[in-house]
């Protein structure tokens, strides 16, 4: 059973589209299952001037009629409160502080806070000013900070971003939120690696070839195309998304599972990170935009809107990273991500090495190529794990043949498993960090990224160079065929 928490949200950009697709449902979620009860409310804040009738009514909408009966979910709805604000105004302030202290006793709180900063990141530093100065912060209970991405948009930005916050709220109060770090499968990776024997003991240069990891996209920016034109996808998904779960996968064992002992790791390992020179950039990245698909019925990048009809933004990131330590030498560690590609899919590959020629001849195998080991974990559309092994086949001889061992979670346990956003508000309002991001992890994955970018800014690409629903630019094949190697998932042959 669940322990219901005691706590009051005050959620900035309460009106939004993050509070009403992701935040609202995710709260509901956790009402259903006991999370939150009798001892809870909601404050949204926006510019909008709504009523608390008003304000309900969007939340009901929110939620939709799938996810439980109306009675509950007007139920639930009964807790929240809105607030017109302007995050520059300490008179606004002083006037949140008043709902807030009377819903902490209304609701009996016991003065737990949660701020969360569902709005631009410009603002995430006057805010927590302002919440500072005017004294929102109770004494009686925890304050805790929600900060989503774009935490900046190179290690100066966020270091003044970072500053702003670090002003009003300690580290251990701000929640830094990587939304692929509530997904189930990304915070397994832990469980699977330190809980597997066979596993950990092959976890390491010896044994592993190359690993991959793909987050691939079919939609194009659609209405994100003024944002991406200032981000493109090494910011938007390499900084945070890609790197997050590298660190995962290639950090060293922590001496337990605490949140203090998984950033430590995590942090040594991005210190490790490659300090690329420009002609290391330009063989180790390439970048893609996408066009039109072969027949025309897409738009291409450069067509949508608040797009210039030359940007030079890039809507595919393909990158080798070579960690220079003792467990990972030589390894490449391959990161892909683009829009408008063939199939959507989040995915690991692990490819073992190929030792098989030091015992076996060809006239014995009855073939020339046996098929590498590969460890593979998905992490959507679909959830689950295969591993292909070499085997044979009943039949004369020892032809190779490859067999996989797969396991998936059915529909049905998809659809009962917690969305990522209902997984991180549960550790928020019990205080784990763990799946959230550090500022030193920050630092150090925008020092690796401003590298590139400050490369890329300077010089001029091709673009566009890669179709609609295809899987990407060639050059993208090109990149793990100089080192003998090609994508497990998603090639044009």
Request: charged letters at 20%; hydrophobic letters at 35%; a neutral charge.
């Amino acid at each position: 059973m669940a322990k219901e928490q005691r706590v009051v949200f005050i959620i900035f950009g309460g009106s939004g589209d993050l509070a009403h697709r992701k935040l609202y449902p995710a709260l509901f979620k956790l009402y259903l299952k006991g999370y939150l009860h009798h001892h809870f409310a909601v404050i949204g804040t926006a510019r909008r001037p709504w009523s608390h009738e008003y304000f309900r009514q969007t939340v009901m909408e929110s939620i939709g009629e799938d996810i439980g009966d109306q009675e509950k979910i007007s139920s639930f709805a009964q807790h929240f409160y809105y607030q017109s604000h302007d995050v520059n105004d300490a008179a606004h302030y002083l006037a949140l502080k008043k709902l807030a202290a009377k819903l902490s006793q209304q609701y009996q709180s016991h003065g737990n806070q949660i701020f969360y900063m569902a709005i631009a990141p410009r603002f995430f530093g006057v805010v927590a000013q302002h919440l500072h100065a005017e004294n929102l912060l109770t004494t009686t209970g925890y304050n805790r900070i929600i900060i989503e991405k774009p935490f900046g948009r190179d290690v100066q930005s966020a270091t003044t971003l970072n500053a702003g916050i670090a002003a009003a709220f300690s580290e251990k109060q701000i929640y830094r939120v990587d939304h692929y770090l509530g997904k189930e499968v990304v915070q397994s990776l832990p469980l699977l690696r330190f809980t597997n024997p066979l596993l950990e003991a092959v976890w390491n240069h010896h044994y592993i070839s190359n690993i991959q990891i793909t987050l691939a996209e079919t939609l194009g920016v659609g209405e994100r195309a003024g944002y991406y034109e200032t981000a493109g996808a090494l910011r938007d998904m390499i900084q945070n998304h890609a790197l997050q779960i590298l660190g995962l996968l290639a950090m060293e064992k922590p001496a337990e599972f605490s949140s203090q002992a998984i950033h430590q790791q995590k942090e040594q390992l991005f210190a490790q990170l490659p300090q690329y020179s420009p002609s290391q950039i330009e063989q180790n990245f390439v970048r893609g935009q996408y066009d039109t698909d072969k027949k025309g019925d897409q738009l291409a990048y450069r067509q949508a809107d608040n797009v210039a009809n030359d940007s030079s933004i890039e809507t595919f990131v393909a990158g080798k990273i070579l960690i220079n330590n003792s467990r990972w030498q030589g390894v490449p560690f391959y990161v892909r991500s683009g829009k408008r590609l063939r199939q959507k899919s989040t995915r690991i590959d692990i490819v073992f090495k190929n030792n098989h020629s030091k015992i076996f001849t060809p006239s014995q195998l009855q073939t020339s190529t046996v098929q590498p080991v590969i460890l593979s974990i998905c992490v959507e559309p679909v959830q689950g794990l295969s591993l292909t092994l070499n085997g044979t086949n009943p039949g004369r001889g020892l032809k190779p043949f490859a067999h996989k061992l797969k396991f998936q979670q059915s529909l049905e346990e998809m659809n009962n498993s917690q969305e990522a956003y209902e997984k991180l508000l549960i550790d928020i309002i019990q205080g784990d960090q763990t799946n959230f991001t550090t500022w030193n992890e920050q630092k150090l994955t925008w020092g690796f990224i401003d590298r590139i970018r400050e490369y890329w800014d300077h010089t001029r690409p091709q673009f566009p160079n890669y179709l609609s629903s295809t899987f990407g630019p060639q050059q993208s094949a090109a990149l793990l065929a100089q080192d003998h190697h090609k994508w497990v998932w998603g090639s044009e042959d």
